[in-house]
């Protein structure tokens, strides 16, 4: 009953969502060469496009003596565009954005923290999210889920409505089964909450971070809740073997491991046969390199990726400062969309725990950019009971602040930890003249 209510509303509400569902969902059944030429041509679509209404790229590629044409001729020469970084994306936010007014009036923001720890804003048209909205849908149906049934979402970034517009918000999370928490709020008594309701509602998935995701599983199984959740889909941070063993085991359903960013969309997913994770090519184009030049199949490489969906801000050739290697294997489920095999994880150092666990250190640059008012930090770990965090920022930080970053360490590292905070004007670059801003001196 419920579902038909909802595949009617959102045939209303939703047109475009249900119509790239379809479209995602078919693509992916083409044979390997297909789904490339499809890619090639969704490319080439986005190429013509920027040539025309995005300055950014119009005077790069006179500069260079490129033109889409040359792509259409040879995709190789696709390779003749530069990478693009960060600090291009933050020195030339507003040529990289589109001329054409329509789309303009259409943008939403993300902000991203990356390796600098400086904050990076990306802006999104409305193609973009119906793609990736869709693709939340089309990848939880890899277990079997299907829309109408519960989805437990735990987001880094919750989002904000008011008066009349959250309530209309709320009844169609209600509608839609959708409950969502906020993953910087994790206390017991919010996990506890969860749980509940979690058993309340079977048969859904779980959307988190891998460390988040881990952490409900230790709380749970020391509850007397049970999980009853049909997939666990794991974002944003490497996957160690200990911590899948263990959700598997507690969550007693398959884990599923979802690679994406905020910048660039949904990027790749495992299937149920756990073979590496697909590129879903129709929102990702990713290249792995190794000092700019594509690495063989089966290498590992820096992911470059370019992004075929958000036409207001194009992000062409992204260097994402994440690993990966492009897998050699097929996949039995017969999906023609390639493999990617072993995010690395993100170019920053693993933080040890006294357990001895390795613990990925972006669980500071969430708490960090969340406090707002912080232009630059370093965490640093010295010892495996010493951490400082060196922070830069116009504005003091309150106490509750800094005791709310240091729960989050200690959650992270263990209660053994000492945190300690420096305010500084400079933070110490390294050769290439890069801020890092994880650093463990642990041996
Ligand atoms: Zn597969």
């Known amino acids: 009953m419920r579902q038909t209510l909802i595949n009617q509303l959102y045939k209303i509400t939703k047109p475009q969502l249900l119509s790239n569902l379809r479209e995602l969902e078919d693509i992916q059944w083409h044979s390997r060469k297909d789904v490339e030429l499809l890619q090639q041509q969704h490319l080439q679509r986005l190429l013509d496009y920027v040539n025309i209404h995005v300055p950014y790229y119009r005077d790069l590629f006179k500069k260079i003596g490129f033109h889409p044409q040359d792509y259409a001729k040879n995709p190789d020469n696709f390779q003749k565009i530069p990478l693009l970084t960060k600090q291009t994306i933050r020195q030339n936010r507003s040529l990289l954005l589109t001329s054409e007014a329509a789309r303009l009036k259409t943008l939403s923001e993300k902000v991203t923290g990356g390796t600098t720890g400086e904050p990076t804003i990306f ?19 890899w277990s079997g889920w299907q829309l109408g049934q519960p989805q437990f979402w735990i987001l880094a970034r919750m989002p904000v409505h ?6 209309l918000y709320q009844t169609k999370n209600w509608l839609a089964r959708r409950f969502e928490s906020d993953a910087f709020l994790m206390t017991d008594e919010s996990i506890n909450r969860f749980v509940a309701q979690m058993e309340a509602h079977p048969g859904g998935f779980m959307q988190c971070y891998v460390s988040v995701g881990y952490k409900i599983a230790q709380f749970l199984e020391k509850s007397r809740y049970k999980s009853n959740l049909r997939a666990v889909y794991l974002t944003s941070e490497p996957l160690f073997d200990y911590q899948r063993k263990f959700m598997e085991q507690v969550y007693a359903c398959p884990i599923f491991e979802w690679y994406g960013s905020n910048e660039t969309g949904d ?20 290249e792995v390199l190794k000092d700019g030049q594509p690495v063989p199949d089966g290498e590992e490489g820096d992911l470059v990726i370019t992004c075929l969906t958000n036409f207001a801000m194009p992000l062409i050739r992204y260097k994402i400062e994440d690993l990966g290697t492009k897998s050699t294997k097929e996949c039995p489920c017969g999906r023609g969309l390639p493999l990617l095999e072993v995010i690395g994880g993100r170019k920053v150092d693993l933080f040890k725990t006294r357990a001895g666990h390795t613990v990925y250190g972006m669980f500071a640059n969430g708490v960090v950019t969340e406090l707002g008012s912080v232009k630059q930090f370093q965490v ?6 010493l951490v400082i965090f060196k922070i830069i920022s116009d504005t003091p930080l309150s106490e509750q602040k800094l005791k709310t970053v240091e729960t ?28 890092r801003h994880l650093i463990s001196e642990v041996e």
């Open 380 to 385: 640093i770990q010295k010892t495996l009971d």
């Open 267 to 286: 990027v790749a997913c495992e299937c149920p046969e756990h073979n590496g994770l697909h590129v879903i090519t129709r929102n990702s184009l990713v």
């Open 162 to 167: 008011t008066g009349l517009d959250n309530k």
């Open 408 to 435: 989050f360490t200690k959650d992270a590292l263990g209660d053994n930890v000492t945190v300690q905070f420096e305010f500084v004007d400079e933070l110490p670059k390294t050769i290439s003249g890069k801020h």
């Open 123 to 141: 802006l999104q048209d409305k193609m973009y999210r119906d793609y990736n909205n869709a693709l939340d849908y089309y990848m939880a149906s």
